[in-house]
């Protein structure tokens, strides 16, 4: 069995290592559709590239490439001490076992996720993501910097028995699906397809800094935990993207921990126990004396 390190700082174990190029393809192509097939009878202009915006994306995806690879290490000690002692241990080689480590970790994925939009801590480390007003293939580089949620949602998995090792495989898998709905030029899909996967539509949908558009449509592979736990919501009209106090820098440190920062300065200044809590773990944009868990889809996002 391979060791975590082994695990980790060998490419062959992550699927992402050979997307990349594909990443960059596909990322020219959009380029070229944006110049030459734009649609001239669209009810917005496509936001398209901005260099700016662009390179914050290209360095927000390398500093979350070199920093993952710490974490993941640490998660990976994590997940074998787990899996050791599990119950049992699922064979890696029965197809059953893929499908439900695929299931799952999409499952957590979308847990994960919606939770990273409701708890404000949470939503410090995903927010860089957010951040960027175009919606492009670019975009979906600016990851976070700062991955220890998600780790943390996927200790179930080893105590299932599922290996380790499979666990971030099924979910480079994930993150590369989730690629490709960042995009503009390309529509809805056929009506089954749109039903059951996560699209570019939805994903747009998403991005999107419009009030009925919050907090909607977490899914990764499958828009299905979205319809069927009530945070579905259709693309009817042009998103605008984006922070709803949108960022004013490209700067890929200030992108990363400005909020981070900010809560600091909330909890410094809150005046009992009760306050600080809240501006940790109550929604982005609670303040003293709402509702601890205002609906979804009144939500304040920074």
Do not use: C
Request: charged fraction near 15%; avoid cysteine.
């Amino acid at each position: 069995m391979d060791s975590p390190w082994e695990i980790v700082s060998n490419p062959t174990h992550d699927p992402v290592t050979f997307a990349l190029p594909f990443f960059a393809l596909f990322i020219v192509l959009e380029l070229l559709a944006i110049r030459f097939l734009d649609d001239d009878e669209r009810e917005a202009p496509r936001q398209g590239y901005s260099a700016p915006d662009t390179a914050a994306n290209l360095a927000s995806g390398v500093g979350s490439v070199v920093i993952n690879l710490g974490a993941r290490f640490a998660a990976l000690v994590l997940y074998f001490a787990l899996w050791s002692v599990a119950p049992w241990q699922l064979d890696a080689s029965n197809p059953w076992t893929w499908v439900f480590t695929l299931l799952a970790v999409d499952l957590l994925w979308y847990a994960y996720h919606r939770a990273s939009h409701r708890v404000r801590i949470l939503w410090a480390a995903h927010q860089a993501h957010h951040s960027s007003v175009y919606f492009n293939y670019s975009v979906a580089l600016r990851q976070k910097w700062n991955p220890w949620g998600e780790l943390l949602f996927w200790t179930p998995l080893p105590l299932l028995g599922v290996p380790p090792w499979m666990i971030f495989f099924a979910f480079s898998l994930n993150l590369i699906y989730q690629f490709w709905v960042h995009t503009e030029t390309i529509p809805k899909l056929w009506a089954p397809v749109e039903y059951v996967l996560n699209t570019p539509s939805h994903h747009r949908v998403h991005h999107a800094s419009q009030k009925h558009y919050l907090d909607r449509n977490h899914g990764g592979i499958l828009i299905v935990w979205d319809r069927l736990f009530g945070t579905y919501a259709e693309e009817d009209d042009v998103p605008v993207y984006g922070l709803t106090v949108p960022v004013t820098t490209h700067n890929p440190l200030r992108l990363q921990y400005g909020e981070f920062l900010a809560a600091v300065r909330d909890v410094r200044r809150a005046r009992s126990w009760r306050e600080r809590a809240g501006y940790l773990l109550a929604p982005p944009g609670w303040k003293p004396g709402e509702p601890t868990l205002p609906p979804e889809s009144e939500v304040v996002t920074r």
